[in-house]
């Protein structure tokens, strides 16, 4: 049996056809490229009991997954993140069935170590000797720790506004770390210059096609950990959207090998208020999205003006019968808030973006009672700790403590 069924990568605009055993980067026609595997095949030879006795990371999904040689695994324990019932939070929200995929343990403190384990040991596999990448913060922390493992050069540019947590993710590493006064878009265009002028392996957000195969990983996971059932609704903080783009990859596939029945979670790409292109293009039924001006946001994560993959983001939510909502700055601060006292779980603002999409979309009856609800936490709180403010009296030896 193969350790990896991978045929070839094909672009989703032009359908033109690559090879993966060379370096590829965008479409001829500037699209982002994805991945295809020759699953007619691979549905003759996996199957449920293929998973029995293996390791419980993400690589347990290896013949679904881009590496040929597993010589190439780079690896830090990622995957197989707990997926965990919401019971009081649902109560609060009436909806009976909430669950939170916690991507808050995973190494790295967050998601983005799924599509840097797989895309750098694809980059290993095809001998990249240094990558560039711009980077919200945890992207850029998760590549460049990577990479260290994997004996390849890291120069990362990332806004200065960045979590400060991620930043030293990124120095301690050894990486070439340069900050901007600016947003990511504008990391983006230094990286885009300096990929041209050294030859670097752009590793930016869908320009290489296998950050989403990591990112896909959690897909498989929810439906592994459900007992091969489908949830009715997925929600998803939503900013370059590669793991939103991944979810549905996985579902289809799923689908294709005959593993689940042909039915998908509704998909919701949550956004921020204050950067929500993907919520005007789908609420104009737009295929593609605008630059987002003046963005700012507390989820710093989800503070992307504008996705190369906007496209593939609002097909998927349309396909799926999904939608796109923007929270407020104060609400999701609050709802993180909730989520600590009421179920102990310290998640990251963009992750309590989408349980206070949850809790207004059951409230305006679009999540209907009864319903099997997935939020995605991605990534740990404790990595974003200016954006909780907390006042504690300080006591001298001897005296009581106080009571709440």
């Not at 605009?13 to 370096?23: A, S």
């Not at 500037?30 to 199957?47: A, F, H, I, M």
């Not at 901007?180 to 050294?198: P, R, T, Y």
């Not at 295929?287 to 710093?300: I, L, M, N, P, V």
Request: proline letters at 5%.
């Amino acid at each position: 049996m193969e350790f990896s069924y991978i045929s070839h990568l094909h672009c989703p605009k032009c359908q033109k056809e690559y090879g993966f055993v060379e370096i590829q980067q965008l479409c001829a026609c500037g699209s982002p490229l994805l991945v295809d595997y020759d699953l007619p095949k691979l549905k003759k030879n996996w199957t449920l009991a293929s998973l029995v006795g293996r390791s419980n990371d993400l690589w347990r999904y290896h013949e679904l997954l881009p590496v040929i040689d597993p010589k190439n695994i780079v690896t830090l324990g990622e995957g197989m993140t707990p997926l965990l019932r919401m019971d009081r939070m649902g109560l609060s929200m009436g909806i009976d069935h909430l669950w939170m995929k916690d991507e808050g343990i995973i190494p790295t403190g967050s998601f983005k170590a799924r599509g840097a384990a797989v895309g750098v040991s694809k980059a290993k596999e095809l001998a990249v000797r240094e990558l560039a990448m711009p980077t919200n913060g945890n992207a850029g922390a998760a590549w460049s720790l990577y990479a260290a493992r994997a004996g390849i050069k890291a120069s990362i540019v990332m806004p200065v506004g960045a979590p400060v947590i991620t930043r030293n993710e990124c120095a301690i590493s050894g990486a070439n770390l340069n900050l901007v006064n600016g947003l990511i878009s504008d990391a983006g265009k230094i990286v885009a210059q300096a990929v041209k002028e050294h030859d670097l392996f752009d590793a930016s957000t869908l320009k290489e096609p296998y950050r989403i195969e990591g990112k896909k990983t959690m897909g498989l996971e929810i439906i592994e950990q459900l007992n091969w059932t489908v949830p009715d609704v997925i929600l998803y903080p939503t900013g370059g959207g590669v793991g939103l783009i991944g979810i549905y990859k996985a579902l289809k596939e799923l689908i294709e090998l005959g593993w689940i029945e042909e039915k998908l979670p509704r998909l919701v790409a949550v956004q921020a208020e204050g950067c929500a292109p993907i919520v005007k293009a789908w609420e104009a039924g737009k295929a593609e999205s605008q630059f987002w001006e003046d963005s700012k946001t507390a989820a710093f994560g989800i503070n992307v003006p504008k996705a190369l993959g906007d496209f593939l983001v609002l097909k998927d939510i349309y396909e799926s019968g999904g939608c796109a909502i923007a929270i407020d700055d104060a609400s999701l601060l609050e709802e993180q808030k909730k989520i600590a006292r009421l179920e102990g779980a310290f998640v990251c603002p963009e992750g309590a973006a989408t349980f206070s999409a949850a809790r207004r979309l059951r409230e305006s009856g679009w999540i209907k009672a009864g319903e099997t609800v997935i939020a995605l936490n991605t990534g740990s709180g404790i990595k974003y700790p200016e954006t909780v403010r907390v006042e504690v009296a300080v006591l001298e030896p001897g005296e009581r403590m106080t009571r709440g």
